[in-house]
């Protein structure tokens, strides 16, 4: 029987301070992982907040630091943290994200950038910083998203952002293979989050009837699938996009 164990492995989850990225972060720690609770630096300092109380529930092994990772500077200083605090970095799992949707027609350049900036741009940024100190044979997983393969109505920008995610995985796939790293993708269906309720009721349950398994997803089973991308077991796996949706396509 297998046991996957990430004990003295460390891991940055972006966007960790709730949800989805919450959900990673805790799954990698209770593999036994140093986990980075990575949170937006809001100017309410919700997230501070929130990044705060995960690392006291979670207690050793965990520590929260800010970054914003439309920001390259603050994208170096948060890989920083995990080498300063834990000593090595060997896992990078790039969760943070953004929706702005609205149709084509009534989208702002600034509904476009922002997203794009986050969404794609981000991961950029993060892998970018990550690589220079990743130890060799380290793991990244990105999160796409379903959008990037059904182009949802009114999601041009978030769709467009987790499409370029997978091609970016596959280019980094190829570039970090000399070094042993892998870089996959997770593209999930809708995943009851914060993010996944805000989807207006009628339009979920007409997408419900679309899923297989019958229902939406729960941030532990991407999470799980995640844990799996970033273990020894998955070392032959490089430049995939995983879809964990249910079985709505794939």
Request: with cysteine; net charge neutral.
């Amino acid at each position: 029987m297998f046991t996957i164990d990430l004990t003295g492995k460390t891991a940055i989850v972006t966007g960790s301070s709730q949800g989805l990225g919450l959900a990673t972060a805790k799954c990698l720690h209770a593999a036994g992982a140093n986990v980075v609770i990575n949170y937006f630096p809001d100017s309410a300092g919700k997230h501070a907040r929130q990044a705060a109380e995960a690392v006291a529930a979670l207690g050793e092994r965990a520590v929260a630091a800010p970054a914003d990772v439309r920001s390259a500077d603050d994208t170096a200083a948060l890989v920083a943290v995990a080498v300063r605090t834990f000593g090595s970095l060997e896992i990078l799992v790039n969760n943070a994200g953004i929706i702005r949707d609205v149709t084509v027609k009534k989208m702002s350049a600034d509904d476009w950038q922002d997203v794009i900036d986050t969404n794609l741009s981000g991961v950029f940024r993060m892998c970018k910083s990550a690589a220079v100190e990743m130890s060799d044979g380290g793991r990244i997983v990105n999160l796409s998203s379903i959008s990037a393969l059904i182009g949802f109505f009114g999601q041009a920008n978030y769709s467009a952002s987790k499409a370029g995610v997978i091609a970016l995985t596959k280019v980094l796939s190829r570039e970090l293979a000399k070094r042993q790293i892998t870089v996959n993708a997770i593209a999930p269906g809708v995943v009851l989050t914060e993010m996944g309720r805000s989807i207006p009721a009628s339009s979920r349950e007409q997408m419900l009837t679309q899923i297989p398994l019958g229902r939406f997803g729960e941030a532990d089973d991407i999470a799980h699938a995640i844990l799996f991308l970033c273990s020894p077991l998955a070392s032959y796996i490089t430049g995939q996009t995983l879809h964990v949706n249910g079985g709505w396509v794939g």
